[in-house]
């Protein structure tokens, strides 16, 4: 099986949400939005992508 995908984003992908908008149609479910600053990473429940947030958060996302 392969290692599930591991994306880095920062505070200029906020509001994140999964399928990103540049993925594949191929790879299109749902789209879910994903709370990465609670903890600073997130997993979709559809696709298993896990988020880490790198960086700081600007003013604008608390």
């Known amino acids: 099986m392969a290692d599930k995908l591991t ?14 908008p540049a993925a594949p149609l191929w790879c299109q479910h749902p789209r879910v939005f994903l709370d990465v600053l609670h903890s600073g990473e997130a997993v979709c429940p559809y696709c298993s992508t896990r988020y880490v947030f790198k960086g700081k958060v600007s003013g604008g996302h608390h």
């Open 7 to 20: 994306i880095e984003i920062t505070a200029d992908d906020l509001p994140l949400h999964c399928p990103p």
